[in-house]
């Protein structure tokens, strides 16, 4: 097995692999090069770790670097995606080899994030952390708070006009224009709209990610989601638990609720980790030589368990939350899954 940096003479060839490595965990093909193309231009191409044998695709790991914003404070953040290995590859070790040589890559960035299974990602210092609460609000009790006269709502996939309000959130992203537009097209997003209530919609796992404006209208709106996409009678939104917003005005006419961690995330470059995450609190006046001292005979598992998980009482010293300057709030939504 040989370990590569992809090129773009690689590009066809990764993403007919990737297509089919991801078909056989069953479901519709995804076309990665139609459907992401912002992560396969000749400029990203690179960051996509390959394994080869006997001339073959059999891996990739793709890791991606964004500038993104939480809580005013910038972190260099990488997320993690498309990891695949072929069928005929698997349990040889090809999926730790192609993980290891990324995170090696981008070890100077803050912290990588991605989403998957805990135990599959844990060997390689990834913890649980940020929280969500999922609401279901079913059909015949949204039809009490529609309005007599029911608002006209506008359909558009034009993402510019809630730009503003998703820089506004405690976790926003930055993207260019192109990338803005290719990661939401390949959710399927949409935003609806009225006069007074807006939000975004994702068609591909049909969850309500954000939502603002007056309970009657947002009534409105996801009584049109169930009544136009969804099969059953129900529609889920996402609610971030650090983010007060309007939306909050509709939440007590949900039917149930589940709470659930946001995302996988590892530390990157501890120092900078810290120094970046202790201005969240400035108030604190955190000893981050202390800090360190006492981090950095840690594990990488056990290093972002203190910092990102919302259950540091896991680890052996006790909880941490007066001691260490923690992210267990940080909340990527999933519009931005890679």
Same mark, same amino acid.
């Given at each position: 097995?040989?370990?590569?940096?992809?090129?773009?003479?690689?590009?066809?060839?990764?993403?007919?692999?990737?297509?089919? *490595?991801?078909?056989?965990?069953?479901?519709?093909?995804?076309?990665?090069?139609?459907?992401?193309?912002?992560?396969?231009?000749?400029? /990203?191409?690179?960051?996509?770790?390959?394994?080869?044998?006997?001339?073959?695709?059999?891996?990739?790991?793709?890791?991606?670097?964004?500038?993104?914003? $939480?809580?005013?404070?910038?972190?260099?953040?990488?997320?993690?995606? @498309?990891?695949?290995?072929?069928?005929?590859?698997?349990?040889?070790?090809?999926?730790?080899?192609?993980?290891?040589?990324?995170?090696?890559? !981008?070890?100077?960035?803050?912290?990588?994030?991605?989403?998957?299974?805990?135990? /599959?990602?844990?060997?390689?210092?990834?913890?649980?952390?940020?929280?969500?609460?999922?609401?279901?609000?079913?059909?015949?009790?949204?039809?009490?708070?529609?309005?007599?006269?029911? +608002? =006209?709502?506008?359909?558009?996939?034009?993402?510019?006009?809630?730009?503003?309000?998703?820089?506004?959130?405690?976790?926003?992203?930055?993207?260019?224009?192109?990338? /803005?537009?290719?990661?939401?097209?390949?959710?399927?997003?949409?935003?609806?709209?009225?006069? $007074? *209530?807006?939000?975004?919609?994702?068609?591909?796992?049909?969850?309500?990610?954000?939502?603002?404006?007056?309970? =009657?209208?947002?009534?409105?709106?996801?009584? $049109?989601?169930?009544?136009?996409?969804?099969?059953?009678? &129900?529609?889920?939104?996402?609610?971030?638990?650090?983010?007060?917003?309007?939306?909050?005005?509709?939440?007590?006419?949900?039917?149930?609720?589940?709470?659930?961690?946001?995302?996988?995330?590892?530390?990157?470059?501890?120092?900078?980790?810290?120094?970046?995450?202790?201005?969240?609190?400035?108030?604190? !006046?955190?000893?981050?030589?202390?800090?360190? =001292?006492?981090?950095?005979?840690?594990? +990488?598992?056990? @290093?972002?368990?203190?910092?990102?998980?919302?259950?540091?009482? @896991?680890? +052996?010293?006790?909880?941490?939350?007066?001691?260490?300057?923690?992210?267990? &709030?940080?909340?990527? +939504?999933?519009?931005?899954?890679?």
């Amino acid at each position: 097995m040989q370990l590569a940096t992809a090129t773009p003479n690689d590009r066809q060839e990764l993403g007919d692999f990737l297509v089919n *490595a991801f078909l056989t965990h069953g479901g519709e093909p995804f076309y990665f090069l139609d459907r992401l193309p912002h992560l396969f231009t000749d400029d /990203r191409i690179g960051e996509h770790s390959i394994a080869r044998e006997n001339g073959k695709i059999i891996g990739c790991v793709g890791a991606y670097r964004f500038d993104l914003m $939480h809580k005013g404070i910038a972190f260099d953040a990488c997320g993690i995606g @498309q990891v695949g290995t072929a069928p005929e590859a698997r349990g040889k070790g090809v999926m730790q080899a192609l993980m290891k040589a990324a995170i090696e890559k !981008n070890a100077d960035c803050d912290f990588f994030w991605l989403y998957g299974e805990r135990r /599959r990602y844990g060997y390689h210092g990834f913890e649980l952390g940020g929280q969500y609460t999922e609401y279901c609000f079913t059909k015949r009790y949204l039809q009490k708070l529609v309005p007599a006269i029911s +608002p =006209s709502i506008n359909v558009s996939i034009k993402y510019d006009t809630i730009l503003p309000k998703l820089q506004a959130t405690s976790t926003y992203l930055e993207l260019s224009p192109d990338e /803005r537009q290719y990661c939401f097209d390949g959710k399927a997003l949409k935003v609806l709209s009225t006069d $007074h *209530a807006q939000i975004v919609y994702s068609g591909n796992e049909q969850f309500i990610h954000y939502a603002w404006g007056e309970k =009657s209208h947002l009534a409105a709106i996801f009584l $049109h989601v169930i009544e136009t996409y969804r099969e059953d009678d &129900d529609v889920y939104h996402h609610v971030d638990e650090f983010e007060p917003t309007t939306h909050h005005t509709l939440l007590p006419h949900y039917t149930d609720a589940t709470r659930e961690t946001s995302a996988n995330y590892r530390i990157g470059n501890l120092s900078t980790l810290l120094e970046k995450t202790a201005q969240l609190t400035p108030t604190k !006046n955190y000893d981050l030589s202390q800090v360190l =001292s006492i981090l950095s005979p840690l594990t +990488p598992l056990q @290093q972002s368990i203190a910092i990102f998980s919302p259950f540091t009482s @896991q680890l +052996p010293q006790g909880a941490f939350e007066e001691t260490i300057p923690t992210l267990s &709030d940080l909340h990527i +939504p999933r519009i931005y899954a890679l």
